[in-house]
């Protein structure tokens, strides 16, 4: 395995991070128990979650992760040995208190305490807001529309007291934010500093070879303020498998399940764009996932490469990935493809 800084931190974070959002969904607890097992056997010290999973949300499945998750410490006994990473989910799920604003001090202090409960722990390491609170575009939408009716949120300045307040009391450790755009990676970075409240050593967002927004706006940012992106979905919710290639759809996979949940993966240009990429991973001798994995891998901006499976044959290849490495004709390559069909599905 090899290893990256988690931001300005004295930590060292697996490049491969453990993702569990199917554990509880399309994962019972034993599966997850040997996914886990099987990740520290390989070198994987970095576990991320989410008091919202499984995936997909649904109210009579929010916090099973990470009661699972606790179920597996609580029995291996190992809480000290994982980098441990979750977050508080942001508006809009009704059954998550109430759905309205999420960020206040009194709902972050109620998330927490709860997410402590159910992964039986007394500290996160990395405590991550899931998406903004304010109308910004995430979650695939590019276009910015400004809303000048938005609702109030809370401000950055109040976020960081209260993380400060809970960092102090030995709740977390450090802070991180999810599903972010520049302008709000930056405001919480410049606040931090000018208040000497707590910075945000990472963000969490999807990167993957058909959706490379990430690097417009967002990966220098990462580099010169050494606040290195947690890529998610380097699969592009299995595209980058090849598995859905020519249209098919295999039975029992997240698109059979969940067509409707991953609008932004279906139309013409990322089937293309797939195509492309298979044809360079046949080439090199490779699979289409270790390509992309490996890509992922590869990035100086990416701290750590969030890998999910259901199977462990998945699990294993995924992380096999840690062990091949790009030549820079095959990046080229890539970037071709890339110029061709920028960002299918961002």
């Not at 276009?143 to 949120?153: A, I, R, V």
Request: glycine letters at 6%; a positive charge.
């Amino acid at each position: 395995m090899k290893y990256r800084k988690l931001g300005n931190t004295n930590l060292d974070v697996s490049l491969i991070c453990l993702g569990t959002m199917t554990y509880g969904e399309q994962n019972t607890e034993a599966e997850g128990f040997e996914q886990m097992d099987y990740a520290v056997e390989k070198g994987i010290n970095f576990f991320d979650t989410a008091e919202l999973y499984a995936i997909p949300p649904k109210q009579k499945t929010y916090g099973k992760t990470e009661e699972i998750i606790g179920n597996w410490f609580q029995k291996r006994k190992n809480r000290k040995k994982i980098i441990l990473a979750t977050k508080i989910a942001g508006p809009g799920l009704k059954w998550i208190r109430g759905g309205g604003s999420q960020y206040s001090s009194k709902s972050i202090e109620e998330a927490l305490n709860d997410s402590l409960k159910r992964l039986k722990t007394d500290y996160i390491d990395l405590y991550q807001l899931h998406w903004p609170e304010r109308n910004t575009n995430y979650f695939g939408d590019l276009d910015y529309e400004h809303n000048t009716n938005e609702k109030k949120w809370n401000s950055f300045d109040s976020i960081l007291n209260v993380f400060k307040k809970l960092i102090d009391q030995g709740k977390i450790r450090y802070i991180g934010l999810s599903n972010e755009t520049p302008w709000g990676f930056s405001k919480f970075l410049q606040i931090a500093n000018e208040k000497k409240l707590p910075r945000v050593v990472s963000v969490q967002n999807p990167y993957n070879l058909v959706n490379r927004s990430y690097e417009v706006g967002m990966s220098e940012i990462s580099i010169r303020e050494n606040a290195g992106l947690l890529a998610y979905s380097p699969l592009a919710a299995g595209y980058l498998t090849g598995k859905y290639r020519n249209k098919q759809m295999p039975k029992n996979s997240r698109m059979d399940l969940f067509y409707e949940n991953y609008p932004r993966y279906h139309n013409e240009r990322t089937y293309n764009a797939v195509d492309e990429y298979f044809k360079i991973a046949k080439k090199n001798t490779v699979s289409l996932t270790q390509l992309s994995q490996a890509f992922v891998n590869s990035r100086d901006f990416v701290t750590s490469n969030i890998i999910g499976a259901t199977t462990m044959s998945q699990l294993k290849e995924n992380v096999e990935s840690i062990n091949i490495s790009l030549t820079e004709e095959v990046i080229n390559e890539i970037n071709l493809v890339h110029e061709k069909i920028p960002n299918p599905a961002p």
